[in-house]
């Protein structure tokens, strides 16, 4: 499973580190032309490709502001319907309580790119989340830019994924 990828404990290292500074917006897209392959049965893109991306950005939000940050957000989602019934493109838009703002996007009748972006305060940091997601051996693209320089802070929890206000404080296990 990716999530115990070597890719997956880089980017909660980054986190932990601070050089981002504060977490504000997570995107995540992963689009492939696998229409023809896939099982009818299999309830569409959601499902075969965008558990990527959607996964990766629930555990970065579980790693930055614990599990309370998914008692209260707003989604506001949209879908294309393809030939065999199932959603073949979606996109959607999280807004959590603590301010940031999440956007995912994914089809499987078009294209051949994913990516996953996180941006913070000081900097931001982007991957290609395509090999790891389908099981590939060849590593994934990392870039990490930082536009200010920021000074490598800690949140009370000892973690570099910032809360937005100090009054979310407490929202960080």
């Known amino acids: 499973m990716y999530l115990h990828h070597p890719f997956t404990s880089k980017i909660l290292n980054m986190l932990d580190s601070g050089i ?21 049965e299999s309830k569409g893109a959601l499902y075969n490709l965008g558990c990527y991306p959607a996964s990766l950005l629930h555990l970065i939000m579980q790693h930055c502001f614990g599990e309370k940050s998914f008692d209260n957000y707003t989604i506001t989602a949209s879908g294309r319907r393809g030939a065999d019934g199932n959603v073949c493109e979606s996109a959607a838009t999280l807004q959590f309580e603590n301010g940031v703002v999440c956007q995912l996007h994914t089809a499987e009748d078009y294209g051949l790119h994913s990516g996953f972006t996180i941006l913070g305060t000081e900097g931001l940091y982007t991957a290609n989340i395509e090999s790891v997601a389908a099981g590939g051996n060849r590593k994934p693209d990392h870039h990490t830019e930082i536009r200010a320089t920021g000074r490598n802070r800690r949140s009370r929890s000892g973690r570099g994924c910032f809360p937005i206000s100090s009054q979310k404080d407490s929202r960080i296990s």
């Open 20 to 40: 981002i500074g504060e977490v504000r917006s997570i995107q995540g897209h992963y689009c492939a032309s696998i229409a023809q392959f896939v099982n009818p």
